[in-house]
Nanobody, 121 residues
Framework: QGQLVESGGGLVQAGGSLRLSCAAS????????????VGWYRQAPGKQRELVAT???????TYADSVKGRFTISRDSAKNTMYLQMNSLKSEDTAVYYC???????????WGQGTQVTVSS
């Protein structure tokens, strides 16, 4: 079946940077990854999961207003991996970050296990 495996989270001071990675494994999921819109979501304690950024198979990107100009999403389809470069981090960016793959037909979503990002002020 395959899975999404995130890495790169950790503890960083406000103003610092982190780079998250999410790699797809498994033959079928790798194929789905290459043709699908993929993205990052986050969930802070006591809050709902929210969209951070997405990137289509054609590399069109969208961002939440709260991260525009600070975060950059990218993908390397040859490596079946997506990235989230996070700069100028703020304490309000503290959350568990999840990668997501949206399969179009049939409609199905895949999620990573989550990686903790903690920004200290």
């Amino acid at each position: 079946q395959g899975q999404l495996v995130e890495s790169g989270g950790g503890l960083v001071q406000a103003g610092g940077s982190l780079r998250l990675s999410c790699a797809a494994s498994g033959t079928i999921l790798k194929i789905i990854f290459r043709v699908s819109t993929v993205g990052w979501y986050r969930q802070a304690p006591g809050k709902q999961r929210e969209l951070v950024a997405t990137i289509t198979s054609g590399s069109t990107t969208t961002y939440a207003d709260s991260v525009k100009g600070r975060f950059t999403i990218s993908r390397d389809s040859a490596k079946n991996t997506m990235y989230l470069q996070m700069n100028s981090l703020k304490s309000e960016d503290t959350a568990v970050y999840y990668c997501n793959v949206k399969q179009g037909a049939p409609i199905k979503e895949y999620w990573g296990q989550g990686t903790q990002v903690t920004v200290s002020s």
